[in-house]
């Protein structure tokens, strides 16, 4: 995929966050027909509140409701049980593409976020989502817990359309237990497990917004690593499973499953069950990265494209409304924006097309079964290619996601996708080949970017003046030698500096020029002291030597945290000066002058913020473009 013009329906700036879309929808769609919007005091108590509830690395098979012999989900079962329960219903195989999906209706390869860190995960802000079109219909709209698709405004939480967010930006925690989070970009300390932390968030949340309908995005972060649970649900299951790691994985679950129960006991006690869309699913299959776990019997795991990779429980309660009943037919992650929206009577905004259907009227018990024509894909870069069709799946050559096995899979006869067809079905499995590629053409050619090209971080913004470069989100440049500890995920530090001509920089977009303080957080032993660096942007430089040691000290979580540690490791911090910043697309590099030891440093962030105060920097030209 090359570069391509601008879409026409992408905006040209996006310098604040975007006001809410009632004035274009009020003007007409897309193609110029009217829409008709309900003011926000319009009819209020006829629309329904919508929570949508996802795991996180949850597979189909980790429920007692679809057969697990080991889990303790009685929430969870009941909920399934007086839900529309979408047997067929499949995400992306990892976190930030799903999320993307979900929120967009559109498949992650238009969106170009392809993986889950190093800006890959950066869902482009000039993307419509769905808490922009609730609301753009006088919706109150939040988002709790995970976010994974973007570290920075306007591609985080408030920036996409989320009025009110607590949680965290980035893909994990650190520590579950009295985590530190933040709260509309302030950070704070939590009191408690972070599952039950995000369940009493929405139900306060609720209780402030009893004026109007509310649209919640929860996104908890079960049972995903670090694997931190209770000693009390840990020993239980430990005396069921061989494996500590999956002792402390259905623990973990469990606990998932008692937060979605407070969050329905909430409900009912503030009698808003019945006027309330419930949607619980998972955005991933299950990870195996620890062992491997039962899952119903389907094939593959989180990161491939086969069933067990894809495949994830969906339920969708609202009691009156949705009808409580099993059904087969193929759904999809980019089905749920059209789908809560056309159950809630609110139009969809205008935007770019999407590859999601609404399947309001299947979930409400009219609606048929799965179609022939019907075709979901799966094509994730460096995990591989899959179509599912009713009855098959075909998995392209080539494929190299977590088990992938390429081949054609009859499912209802092989779930656990053991005999490739591909030979004794040739023309079958030709024409899913076909059908893929046409498809692979068509959206690749719409993506916003090309393969590899991250969203430039922006930095001006009055939302969010000072901003945080992680080393995880540069680029690594010059000869081999730098390196991240574990490949590049959150929070991590770039190591092994030992040349001149090594360097690290970041994709800018400076929406108010100006002048900016610049903050180093750094690690570096005695022996270093005197190593000179530089940092440049265009013909702007800022040179500074190192002249104070600050060792990385690595920090255990607490003992009561005993399962699966990501100990903390601090860094110290060099106040480096002011550099001035053009506005507009520019790179900003950090760079080595003269080496005093093997390593000048261990860099795990560069934090920038104005110099200049508001006042002076009113007359500044915004940069152009949307990041």
């Not at 985080?156 to 989070?181: E, I, K, S, T, V």
């Not at 993506?447 to 969203?455: I, K, S």
Request: proline share 9%.
């Amino acid at each position: 995929m090359g570069s391509r013009p601008m879409l026409p329906w992408r905006p040209m700036q996006r310098l604040r966050r975007r006001a809410p879309l009632a004035a274009a929808l009020l003007a007409g769609s897309a193609s110029g027909a009217a829409i008709a919007v309900l003011a926000p005091d319009c009819a209020a108590a006829q629309r329904p509140h919508v929570i949508v509830l996802i795991a996180d690395d949850l597979g189909y098979g980790d429920l007692g409701a679809h057969g697990n012999p080991i889990a303790e989900t009685p929430r969870l079962d009941a909920l399934a049980a007086e839900s529309a329960r979408l047997d067929a219903f499949y995400v992306s195989p990892l976190c930030s593409p799903a999320r993307a999906a979900l929120l967009t209706g559109r498949h992650p390869l238009r969106l170009g976020v392809r993986d889950t860190s190093r800006g890959a995960e950066v869902l482009d802000p000039a993307e419509v989502t769905l808490a922009e079109a609730f609301a753009a219909a006088g919706y109150a709209t939040a988002a709790f817990g995970k976010w994974h698709n973007g570290l920075h405004y306007p591609s985080d939480a408030r920036g996409q359309g989320f009025a009110h967010f607590l949680g965290f930006r980035g893909g994990f925690l650190q520590r579950r237990l009295d985590p530190r989070l933040e709260r509309d970009g302030a950070p704070f300390d939590a009191q408690g497990w972070d599952s039950d932390v995000f369940a009493d968030a929405l139900l306060a949340w609720l209780d402030r917004e009893r004026e109007r309908p509310a649209f919640a995005w929860v996104a908890f972060s079960q049972p995903h690593t670090p694997l931190q649970v209770d000693d009390a649900r840990h020993a239980k299951y430990l005396a069921r499973v061989a494996e500590p790691a999956n002792a402390a994985v259905y623990g973990m679950i469990e606990q998932l499953d008692a937060a979605v129960g407070r969050i329905l006991d909430g409900l009912e006690e503030r009698g808003l069950a019945q006027r309330t869309l419930v949607v619980f699913l998972s955005d991933d299959g299950p990870s195996f990265r620890d062992a491997p776990r039962w899952n119903a019997g389907l094939a593959g795991a989180k990161g491939g494209v086969h069933e067990g990779s894809l495949r994830v429980p969906s339920f969708w309660r609202w009691p009156g409304a949705v009808a409580p009943r099993r059904s087969d037919a193929l759904a999809a992650d980019i089905d749920l924006y059209d789908t809560v929206l056309d159950l809630a009577g609110v139009p969809a905004p205008p935007g770019p097309p999407r590859d999601g259907r609404s399947l309001a009227a299947l979930l409400r018990g009219a609606g048929a079964e799965a179609s022939a024509e019907r075709a979901l894909a799966s094509s994730l870069h460096g995990v591989g290619d899959s179509l599912r069709v009713p009855g098959f799946r075909y998995v392209l050559p080539g494929s190299r996601g977590a088990g992938s096995r390429p081949g054609l899979y009859e499912l209802r006869s092989d779930p656990g996708e053991t005999r490739d067809l591909s030979a004794s079905r040739r023309p079958l499995a030709r024409a899913l080949r076909q059908r893929f590629r046409r498809w692979y053409d068509e959206v690749s050619r719409s993506a916003p970017r090309a393969l590899g090209e991250p969203v430039p971080i922006a930095l001006g913004h009055p939302e969010e003046p000072r901003v945080r470069l992680h080393a995880a989100e540069a680029r690594l440049e010059g000869p081999p030698g730098l390196r991240y500890p574990r490949g590049g995920w959150d929070d991590e530090w770039v190591e092994g500096w030992t040349r001149r001509d090594q360097a690290v920089s970041w994709q800018l977009l400076v929406v108010r020029a100006g002048r900016y303080r610049a903050l180093l957080r750094h690690a570096v032993s005695p022996a270093q002291l005197g190593s000179e660096m530089e940092l440049r942007a265009g013909a702007q430089e800022l040179r500074f030597r190192i002249e104070r040691a600050a060792p990385g000290e690595i920090v255990p979580n607490p003992d009561r945290v005993p399962r699966r540690e990501a100990p903390e490791r601090r860094f110290g911090e060099l106040a480096l000066g002011e550099i001035e910043l053009g506005a507009g697309r520019q790179r900003l590099s950090l760079r080595a002058r003269r080496i005093a030891a093997d390593s000048p440093l261990e860099l795990h962030s560069l934090e920038l913020e104005p110099a200049d105060p508001p006042a002076a920097r009113s007359a500044a030209q915004p940069g152009s473009g949307s990041p």
